[in-house]
């Protein structure tokens, strides 16, 4: 058989191509294995193809307050087709570089749907057994009529929207976040369904572009997996938007473009987007996997770090993995949240962000900066700010080298940042 390989990998979002990436490194031949796009969900439905929109969301949203900048800038509107044309020239860029540096290091990537069996001689018998994560022994993968050999096998076949029973995306009316990246015209209103992630960054982005927001989000507060202070510091940064939100609330129906709230409302808005997460696409049920299919952290860099572990033997601590939700201010946080730790068993130190300079001269002094420490060391940081971001890094990087806060603040803060925010609130 001539199509024999080291390493086949069936997905190609970032968990696939990382782990192309490092089997090469390593001299292994490697076969890549895509159904759609290289680059995943993530460049070409997700992250990447988000925030450039978000990019241009802020800088409209900018442009009508510029008179508090001394600039003055007159009928200022919104063509939002070349916005989706910018995020989709990025995209394009983006992954065009993408499949040549895989080109180029020697993976063959091959743009078919993956099938894949393992054949094991029992006394001189074929049958067919289920794979593992990274099996040992032959596996045989068909692709466009093709059949590929490969020792060992990486599953990373990603994730997809999650919708209900009672609930279905109609990708009309009711859409998915691969829906909505690919309206040309802005609705008027819209009704965003959860407060995720997701769910918070479109709403950042529709009410940018002065479209009517409603959310309804069947926990307590908005972004539930996040600290709680951050949590309410996002419901009055979109309540100061006119961002409508209905908490403890969910859909019942949906009838004839009408929204039946469990609270009794009835809503009936131009769109609909259901953002309730996403769920993993795992090639078999029986079979395990690294990215978003293996059901864990469904985010990039979780999956880049798995692909990593897998290939490289570079083990990661994954209570440590930090999350981002953009816009602006960004919210940002990693470790322990306040409402998991025991009162009286650890110290909260926090600023607001309109106390560093950088905020002023920036315009963006809404948030702040909270650190949770037991015994001397960093266990959780909370952080909404302009570069949040960035900063959250600078905190991960601390705890995952057991760095204490004695030793923390013997560093060295530039002046204006808002780096100098973790600095100042070390000392609170």
Request: charge should be negative; hydrophobic fraction near 40%; glycine fraction near 8%.
């Amino acid at each position: 058989m001539e199509n024999k390989f080291d390493l086949g990998i069936i997905g190609a979002g970032p968990a696939g191509y990382i782990a192309a990436f490092q089997a090469r490194a390593k001299g292994m031949s490697v076969v890549l294995f895509e159904k759609d796009k290289v680059g995943g969900v993530c460049l070409n439905k997700g992250c990447i193809p988000t925030k450039a929109i978000l990019h241009s969301a802020e800088i409209y949203e900018e442009m009508k307050c510029s008179s508090d900048l001394g600039i003055t800038c007159s009928d200022v509107s919104v063509d939002y087709a070349k916005v989706v044309e910018r995020k989709d020239k990025i995209v394009e860029k983006l992954r065009k570089s993408l499949e040549l540096s895989l080109k180029n290091v020697g993976v063959v990537t091959i743009n078919a749907e993956a099938t894949l069996t393992r054949i094991s001689d029992f006394r001189g018998v074929q049958v067919e057994i289920q794979p593992s994560l990274i099996g040992r022994g032959k596996y045989l993968i068909k692709a466009d009529g093709e059949i590929y050999e490969c020792e060992k096998i990486i599953t990373a076949t990603g994730s997809e929207p999650r919708d209900f029973e009672n609930l279905r995306f109609d990708h009309e009316f009711i859409l998915s976040s691969d829906d909505i990246l690919n309206l040309k015209t802005l609705p008027k209103t819209i009704l965003i369904i959860g407060s995720g992630a997701i769910g918070v960054e479109w709403a950042r982005i529709f009410s940018a572009f002065d479209v009517e927001v409603t959310i309804v989000e069947m926990a307590e507060h908005l972004l539930p997996s996040a600290d709680i202070e951050v949590s309410k510091r996002v419901e009055r940064i979109f309540k100061s938007k006119k961002i409508k939100t209905y908490m403890a609330n969910s859909v019942e129906k949906i009838e004839d473009k009408k929204v039946y709230l469990s609270s009794g409302e009835v809503l009936e808005p131009e769109l609909v987007l259901l953002a309730a997460g996403r769920k993993p696409n795992p090639l078999d049920n029986a079979l395990s996997c690294i990215g978003d299919a293996c059901g864990k952290i469904q985010l990039a860099h979780f999956a880049i770090k798995q692909a990593v572990a897998e290939i490289a033997g570079v083990e990661f601590n994954e209570n440590l993995v930090p999350s981002v939700v953009y816009g602006c201010p960004e919210i940002a946080w990693v470790g322990k949240r306040e409402q998991d730790l025991e009162e009286g068993t650890y110290k909260k130190s926090s600023i607001l962000i309109s106390a560093i300079g950088k905020s002023h001269c920036d315009n963006c002094t809404e948030g702040f900066i909270k650190i949770l420490s037991q015994n001397g060391k960093i266990v959780g940081a909370h952080i909404v700010a302009r570069e949040a971001s960035a900063l959250i890094q600078e905190i991960t990087i601390a705890m995952q080298n057991n760095v204490s806060i004695d030793d923390l603040k013997k560093v060295c803060f530039a002046h204006p940042t808002y780096s100098e925010g973790i600095f100042e609130c070390l000392f609170r």
